[in-house]
């Protein structure tokens, strides 16, 4: 038996580290709102192998298969590097949905082509569970214990080289599990992989390097001529890419009375398609230039001593504070590698802007961390934020951002000197959303902080392609919309707005058709108007919280034929903004009700059949046993992953890094879990129904207690807020690991054959709950999911009751 939870352990491991490979693989390649799909390929097929060892079930399987352990681990081995090599020479492109119907077969293939390693590891553990039923729960501890540890391995991996390596990292973990539990045969086969994923590292690398949309921006870029590629970093938070490329010109809204030339650039693509640029300030005639960017206009107004540059990539405005003569430059940088390649590879180009002052991390947490603590008190003049990158795109509509959440600005207001302001400049996407959420957003700030009169502290000016809005801690004075004025008009940056502004006086460089912008500042900043100009608009442009954190999502679904009509007719734009939850959720919910059905169909066909003929007339599962197993294994796969994925989403706040939050939180969960799993098999009592009340009780707890935890621990150091949450998280995964073998073991005594079957229910729900998640965060937030998972536990509470008594 040892073997048998050692061979688990890995195979557990393994596809974890693959799953998490896969997200990496998904945002470089495709784009980052792909990479949720991943876990809904994962867990179908796991669900589909319970669904084939159900129809399968015989009487001779335990004796079939008890051999086949091994197999299996063999088979998900070689189909993790087989599967991911041929799909990385799928041809599929979520650019080509428009033009190419074929693209739908080739999403198809890539979908199942990904789930087949994920099939077999659902074959090896089901197996292990209803061939062992009795030991459910040292098996699923091991279970749980191996994917903990493989949420910590891909990440050292992933830190240090690209996802690749860490893809053949798990395949060789599951080899070894055959190597350990296979026959002679089986061995030699093992080791043959084995060795031909240490050739493929070393001698043919671009053979399993992640292949990048010709679409995204690096690919563009590159393609122009002369462009050349220097290098590419790997962290477990993004690939970086280095080049030189003649389209590499970065002077977001760069006033069009600005004839010279710009300084030489070198481009960065984070994930193949983000583009930022170090500007190289060896010649300082040419910086002149920063001069006629709108994101100078904060400058302009008076003089800025203390300034903190939010996520500043690749320095343009740090560079802006220093040509204006900042004293004192605080930069915080979100991306720990990009830091670490701007200061170690362009330090001298750069003029050494990340050199000193500079944290890594989320600005908002920083404002009460290293800069905010002891004797080193600091209050800014100028926050700047900047929304640009140097390629104009769609953004991502269901990925996380705190730094442009109403309580991220009320840090930002609370941290200025009583004069300074904040600098936000964005690039202007129409039709208008963007910088509507941004002005609604920094006006809900102001008034949690009980300041009314938000009109007198606004100001915006446009170029022909960016905006900048300033939002002051105090009202501008005279002085400073005079001189606002006067740098609009010489750089010939139309106004927006500032207080006391008449519409004659918008719109006079760069004309547009309505002048929506002017319009949609005026009516947003009235208080009377607000309510119903935000609730009425075509795109969701609501203030964003904490609870749902979505800034970028604006989709309003009743409005989705109006949005396609405004937006040429085309579903691309659905895609590019990662507006495909809706879809995905029915694709999938089709799926699991098919998988979920199946075997229930094919067995009573069959039992049908023999019941007709001269056959033993086959045991019948009593319907009142169906129904309950069903409900219970449904809601312990919703709960379980409605806590973990908005544990995640929410933590990423705390650690100030999704990777991180992936590794802490999955780490914490899955390794107490398993030791729960583990103890229940040793103390009878915690196998009780009443533990799913427990777990009720303590997820309404985690979920009041949130806020004041991330609070309290954003202040102290990474390692001491990793180590605080892990110990906090335990006793929640101590109890989630105790319901799913104890069911597991009810049915090995009740009825065995169903146990594949509650497997296939199971991850079916846990594909769901992902996807379901991000739609209920979206709509109500994180809190709302907690108390559907609290609500999903008692479900499972009252289902186990049930079974317990047939």
């Not at 749980?144 to 860490?166: D, H, K, Q, R």
């Not at 690939?239 to 069009?256: C, E, W, Y």
């Not at 030791?675 to 707890?701: A, E, K, Q």
């Given at each position: ?6 061979v688990?352990f890995?195979?557990?491991?393994s596809?974890?580290?693959f799953?998490v490979s896969?997200t ?6 495709l784009w ?6 991943v ?5 179908l ?5 319970g669904t084939v060892?159900a129809v ?12 086949n ?7 998900t081995g070689?189909?993790i ?6 799909s990385?020479?799928?041809p ?6 428009s033009?190419?119907?074929i693209?739908?077969f080739y ?5 199942i ?10 074959i090896?553990i ?16 091991s279970?749980?214990?191996?994917a903990g540890t ?6 050292f991996i ?8 860490a ?9 070894i ?7 002679r ?5 093992s080791?043959i992989f084995?060795?031909?994923n240490l ?11 992640v ?5 995204k ?5 590159l393609?122009y001529?002369?462009?050349k ?12 890419d280095?080049?030189k490329s003649?389209?590499v ?8 009375k600005?004839l010279?030339?710009?300084p030489?650039?070198t481009?960065l ?15 300082k005639?040419?910086l002149?230039?920063l ?6 206009a904060?400058?302009e107004?008076g003089?800025?001593?203390n300034v903190l540059?939010i ?15 900042s ?8 991306n720990?590698l990009?830091?670490k390649?701007?200061?170690d590879?362009?330090s001298?180009i750069?003029?050494?802007i990340?050199?000193?002052?500079t944290w890594?991390?989320?600005g ?7 800069l905010?603590?002891g ?9 700047d ?12 509509g269901i990925s ?10 009320s840090k930002?207001i609370?941290?200025?000197k ?7 400049s964005?690039y202007?996407?129409?039709?208008p ?8 957003t920094i006006?809900?700030a102001?008034?949690?902080l009980g ?24 009202p ?14 010489s750089?010939?940056f139309?106004l927006v707005y500032y207080?006391g502004?008449k519409e ?9 058709p309505?002048?929506v912008?002017?319009?949609g ?5 009235n208080t009377?108007?607000s309510?119903?100009?935000?609730n009425?608009?075509?795109f969701d442009?609501?203030p964003?919280?904490?609870n749902?954190?979505f ?5 309003r679904l ?5 949005i396609?009509e405004v937006?040429?007719?085309?579903w691309?734009?659905?895609?590019e903004e990662?507006?495909l939850?809706p ?7 089709m799926?699991?009700?098919i ?6 169909i ?7 059949s023999?019941s007709?003929?001269p056959?033993?007339?086959p045991?019948?599962?009593k ?8 409900i219970?294994?449904?809601?312990l ?9 908005s544990?995640?989403q929410q933590y990423?706040?705390?650690f100030e890094n999704?990777s991180y939050?992936?590794?802490v939180v999955l780490t914490?969960?899955?390794?107490s879990?398993g030791?729960?799993?583990m103890?229940?098999?040793r103390?009878?009592r915690?196998?009780s ?5 427990i777990l009720s009780l303590l ?5 009041q ?5 991330v609070?309290?621990l ?6 001491t807020r990793?180590?605080a ?19 597991i073991k009810l049915?090995?005594?009740?009825f065995?054959r169903?146990i594949p ?10 594909v ?8 209920l965060a979206?709509t ?8 559907f998972a ?5 479900l ?5 009751k049930?079974?317990?008594?047939l």
């Amino acid at each position: 038996m040892n073997r048998l939870y050692f061979v688990v352990f890995l195979v557990s491991s393994s596809v974890l580290m693959f799953e998490v490979s896969l997200t990496r693989v998904f945002s470089i390649r495709l784009w980052y709102h792909f990479a949720f799909v991943v876990i809904s390929i994962a867990m179908l097929g796991i669900g589909s192998a319970g669904t084939v060892l159900a129809v399968r079930a015989r009487d001779t399987f335990r004796i079939n298969q008890e051999s086949n352990i091994a197999v299996y681990s063999l088979l998900t081995g070689m189909s993790i590097i087989i599967c991911y090599i041929v799909s990385n020479y799928i041809p599929f492109d979520p650019v080509k949905f428009s033009w190419e119907k074929i693209q739908f077969f080739y999403l198809a293939l890539f979908c199942i082509v990904l789930s087949i390693p994920f099939f077999f590891s659902g074959i090896l553990i089901a197996t292990a569970f209803l061939l062992h039923s009795e030991k459910s729960k040292f098996i699923y501890g091991s279970d749980l214990l191996g994917a903990g540890t493989g949420s910590l391995t891909v990440l050292f991996i992933l830190n240090s080289a690209g996802p690749e390596y860490a893809i053949l990292s798990a395949s060789a973990l599951c080899l070894i599990g055959a190597l350990i539990a296979g026959k002679r045969n089986i061995k030699i086969v093992s080791l043959i992989f084995v060795l031909i994923n240490l050739l493929l590292l070393t001698v043919h690398p671009d053979f399993v390097k992640v292949k990048i949309s010709p679409y995204k921006r690096l690919s563009i870029f590159l393609d122009y001529p002369g462009a050349k590629h220097l290098d590419t970093y790997h962290s477990s938070y993004s690939q970086i890419d280095t080049f030189k490329s003649p389209a590499v010109r970065f002077a977001p809204g760069l006033s069009l009375k600005y004839l010279e030339s710009l300084p030489e650039q070198t481009g960065l693509a984070i994930d193949g398609d983000r583009i930022d640029a170090i500007t190289d300030t060896g010649d300082k005639e040419k910086l002149r230039f920063l001069e006629f960017l709108p994101a100078s206009a904060a400058f302009e107004t008076g003089k800025r001593n203390n300034v903190l540059v939010i996520d500043p990539g690749g320095g343009l405005h740090v560079l802006i504070a220093e040509y204006y003569g900042s004293r004192k430059i605080h930069k915080v940088e979100s991306n720990p590698l990009l830091v670490k390649v701007v200061r170690d590879d362009f330090s001298e180009i750069s003029g050494g802007i990340f050199d000193n002052d500079t944290w890594t991390g989320y600005g908002r947490n920083r404002l009460h961390g290293p800069l905010f603590t002891g004797n080193n008190l600091q209050f800014y003049d100028l926050i700047d934020l900047s929304m640009t990158d140097a390629s104009v795109s769609g953004v991502f509509g269901i990925s996380e951002d705190y730094k442009y959440t109403v309580e991220a600005f009320s840090k930002y207001i609370n941290a200025l000197k009583k004069d300074g302001m904040i600098s936000i400049s964005l690039y202007l996407l129409p039709p208008p959303r963007t910088e509507f959420r941004i002005l609604a957003t920094i006006i809900s700030a102001f008034e949690q902080l009980g300041i009314k009169d938000t009109a007198n502290r606004l100001a915006a000016i446009r170029s022909w392609d960016s905006m900048t809005i300033l939002a002051r801690k105090s009202p501008f004075n005279d002085r400073e919309i005079k001189l606002l004025k006067n740098f609009s008009k010489s750089r010939r940056f139309d106004l927006v707005y500032y207080p006391g502004i008449k519409e004659e006086e918008t719109n006079k460089y760069v004309k547009i058709p309505l002048n929506v912008y002017y319009s949609g500042f005026k009516e947003i900043i009235n208080t009377d108007s607000s309510p119903s100009f935000i609730n009425d608009y075509l795109f969701d442009i609501r203030p964003v919280y904490d609870n749902n954190p979505f800034f970028n999502y604006y989709l309003r679904l009743s409005n989705v034929n109006a949005i396609y009509e405004v937006m040429g007719r085309k579903w691309l734009y659905f895609i590019e903004e990662g507006y495909l939850l809706p879809v995905v959720f029915i694709i999938v919910l089709m799926l699991s009700i098919i998988i979920i059905l199946l075997p229930v169909i094919l067995k009573a066909i069959r039992n049908r059949s023999l019941s007709t003929g001269p056959e033993k007339k086959p045991e019948r599962v009593k319907p009142s046993l169906m129904l309950p197993t069903f409900i219970y294994f449904a809601m312990l796969g919703l709960g379980f992953m409605f806590v973990e994925v908005s544990l995640i989403q929410q933590y990423i706040l705390l650690f100030e890094n999704p990777s991180y939050a992936v590794a802490v939180v999955l780490t914490a969960i899955l390794i107490s879990s398993g030791t729960g799993s583990m103890f229940s098999s040793r103390f009878s009592r915690l196998s009780s129904p009443y533990s799913l009340l427990i777990l009720s009780l303590l997820i309404v707890i985690y979920c009041q207690m949130h806020t004041l935890s991330v609070n309290l621990l954003t202040a102290l150091p990474i390692k001491t807020r990793i180590t605080a949450m892990s110990v906090m998280l335990a006793p929640l995964g101590f109890f989630m690991g105790i319901p799913f073998p104890t069911g597991i073991k009810l049915l090995g005594r009740k009825f065995e054959r169903l146990i594949p079957w509650a497997w296939a229910i199971n991850a079916c729900l846990s594909v769901l709950a992902p996807i379901l998640t991000i739609m209920l965060a979206l709509t109500a937030g994180f809190q709302t999911v907690f108390w559907f998972a609290a609500l999903a536990y008692f479900l499972a509470f009252t289902s186990l009751k049930k079974l317990s008594a047939l």
